[in-house]
């Protein structure tokens, strides 16, 4: 979680490191061009900006295609992305998921982004602003979430 003042920087800091190709034109089955492929392999995650009003539904849409978009150009890369058994494992290919503004994210739409997680295992950033007592409380909920989360983890790892 990262979060402060609006103009220090967060967002800029956040899309470089991310480094997110623009794979807008990119489609399955059509091959990758060198500018890409170089852009994808550079990549070292997906930055995606919360739209202020938002549904699960909005940012699953939002979030879906960029995530199929650089999974299957990463397998593809890799060698393994023509094989049809990889197709269900194209999101799990994303290694992190930056969230921008995601102090405007719903109850919900915050519930949507953790199943995603939860499903496909990438690392995952909240950016943003407490703007409200209520934005604080969700992010001091989201974290205690995450902490047991990890913790989980752990256990089932050395137990």
């Not at 938002?54 to 094989?83: M, S, Y």
């Not at 919900?108 to 604080?136: M, N, P, Q, T």
């Not at 989201?142 to 990890?150: N, T």
């Amino acid at each position: 979680m990262c979060f402060g003042r609006p103009g220090v920087g967060k967002t800029r800091s956040a899309r470089e490191f991310a480094a997110s190709p623009n794979l807008f034109e990119y489609t399955v089955g059509k091959p990758i061009t060198p500018v890409a492929a170089r852009a994808v392999q550079a990549c070292r995650g997906l930055f995606f900006t919360a739209p202020v009003s938002n549904t699960p539904k909005i940012v699953n849409d939002r979030l879906q295609v960029n995530l199929f978009r650089l999974g299957h150009a990463r397998l593809v890369l890799a060698g393994l992305g023509e094989a049809p058994e990889y197709y269900g494992r194209t999101e799990a290919a994303c290694p992190l998921l930056i969230v921008d503004e995601a102090d405007r994210l719903t109850v919900a739409s915050l519930e949507h982004l953790r199943d995603l997680y939860d499903r496909y295992g990438f690392g995952l950033i909240l950016r943003g602003c407490v703007r409200s007592h209520f934005g604080a409380i969700l992010w001091i909920i989201w974290a205690q979430a995450a902490m047991v989360m990890k913790a989980s983890a752990v256990c089932t790892r050395y137990s």
